[in-house]
């Protein structure tokens, strides 16, 4: 019978600790962390994402600063944007909301985002130094997960972890985390033959794949713990993950409910990076 990781409780201890963190530098150095979001377009999940960033933003003490630019604005618009903002003392985190409509190319906006302000951790310069394991800013979904496994105790050097997904937001950062934690990892995705067999081998299984019953019981090993990374909508429009939780869970050691799990992580590390940049300032 699997216990659940609660990323709400993990994130309520982590966001006081920031909170705290936050008001000393305010008093000690008249710093307030700032996080600029862009959000181009009216796609309503991004509209969601982007008002709980603002709110977790209130919640640690943050100064948030939205910029909507309607569906049409231009690449070179929001490069512009950029640009200003990568000059501004006050802010001290930049994220541009993704996906981006078709006719701005993504890189070349990550690109832009000055290295020291890219809360996010795509630029070019920060993924090689988590490449290298040795990073200013931990990609956000990844460094989520790591909190959560952490909190349950479970040792992860020499474990049989098994991430699905490959995407450069979460599977190939999240691999390199694990390894990092001297972790034996493997990678799965699209492509991979016998993928039950290779989940059902797996110690710690991290699931990106963003399909609804993607991850069955017979993928997964009894006393695994299983971490749940995906946003779907399952045929009544329910929020649900990639696992088929009612079959899964209780095979499991521990695993990640969604909602409630993964989720809030996210916008946590997001809310620890900006604070990490705004404590960079100080040389920290
Ligand atoms: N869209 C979905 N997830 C993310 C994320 O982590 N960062 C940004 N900027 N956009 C996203």
Redesign the pocket.
């Known amino acids: 019978m699997g216990n659940l990781i609660s990323g709400k409780e993990v994130s309520k201890t982590i966001r006081s600790r920031i909170r705290e963190e936050a008001q000393k530098l305010r008093e000690d150095h008249g710093i307030q962390p700032g996080l600029a979001?862009i959000l181009v377009g009216n796609d309503p999940?991004?509209q969601i994402?982007v008002r709980n960033k603002q709110k977790a933003c209130e919640e640690v003490g943050f100064h948030a600063f939205e910029y909507k630019l309607s569906e049409n604005s231009t690449q070179e618009q929001l490069l512009d944007l950029i640009g200003v903002l990568n000059k501004d003392n006050k802010v001290h985190g930049i994220?541009?909301?993704?996906?981006l409509p078709d006719h701005i190319d993504e890189q070349t906006v990550i690109d832009t985002i000055s290295a020291e302000k890219d809360v996010?951790a795509?630029h070019p310069m920060n993924v090689g130094k988590i490449m290298i394991g040795n990073y200013d800013f931990l990609?956000?979904?990844p460094a989520g997960v790591m909190e959560l496994i952490d909190s349950t105790g479970v040792e992860i050097a020499g474990k049989n972890c098994v991430v699905v997904g490959r995407s450069n937001?979460?599977g190939k950062p999240m691999a390199m985390l694990l390894l990092h934690r001297n972790a034996t990892v493997t990678i799965c995705h699209s492509k991979t033959r016998n993928l039950a067999e290779i989940c059902a081998g797996a110690d710690i299984l991290v699931s990106a794949v963003g399909r609804a019953h993607f991850i069955k019981a017979d993928m997964v090993k009894e006393g695994a713990m299983v971490i749940d990374v995906g946003m779907n909508h399952d045929e009544e429009g329910k929020l649900c993950g990639d696992v088929e939780f009612a079959e899964v869970e209780p095979k499991t050691s521990y695993i990640t409910p969604v909602p409630g799990g993964v989720g809030p992580m996210?916008i946590t590390m997001?809310m620890q990076n900006t604070l990490r940049a705004a404590q960079m300032k100080i040389g920290k």
Do not use: G, K, N, R
């Open positions: 979001v999940a991004s994402y994220l541009v909301q993704l996906p996010d795509f990609p956000c979904t937001i979460v996210t997001l």
